[in-house]
């Protein structure tokens, strides 16, 4: 697996990443496709050795702020550590762009996210209730300062 910025090209595998991923709450073309060009942050993506992507990860960071916008990975390839290493590359990005702060917000009802987001450094620090729409999921909303 290697990792590389995703460009307006990985569109179509990037959303059917996402579809499946997230269903119903899941982003819409339009503004996956503004996020991908966006000056303000940086996508990746996971492929794997036949050119398929495996998964995609966002940040976008403005000053010393910055948020993990999206990580998803197909569900093949999950328990492989392609979601380790997409989060691991945006942490590095924040970090090339002087983010002190680093913010996201994950489904109350993932815990394998919540696990992986907890053993980087990424602490709970509120939630945002019924903010998965049309699904009223919680959001609880996670932190980690740079080291």
Same mark, same amino acid.
């Given at each position: 697996? =290697? &990792?590389r910025t995703a460009d307006p090209a990985d569109l179509d595998d990037i959303m059917r990443i996402?579809?499946?991923s997230f269903g119903p709450s899941a982003?819409?073309?339009s503004t996956m496709a503004q996020e991908l060009v966006s000056e303000w942050g940086r996508y990746v993506v996971a492929v794997d050795e036949h050119a398929r =992507? &495996?998964?995609y990860a966002?940040?976008?960071a403005v000053g010393v702020e910055g948020d993990v916008q999206t990580i998803a990975v197909s569900e093949e390839a999950r328990g492989h550590g392609a979601?380790?290493?997409l989060l691991e590359e945006l942490l590095a990005e924040a970090g090339r762009r002087g983010v002190r702060e680093l913010f996201l917000d994950v489904r109350a009802d993932n815990d394998v996210a919540r696990r992986l987001y907890a053993s980087v450094g990424f602490?709970?620090?509120g939630m945002r209730p019924r903010y998965y729409q049309p699904e009223d999921v919680d959001a609880v909303v996670m932190k980690r300062e740079a080291r």
């Open positions: 697996m =290697i &990792l996402e579809q499946a982003w819409d073309r =992507i &495996l998964g966002g940040l976008r979601g380790r290493a602490r709970e620090i």
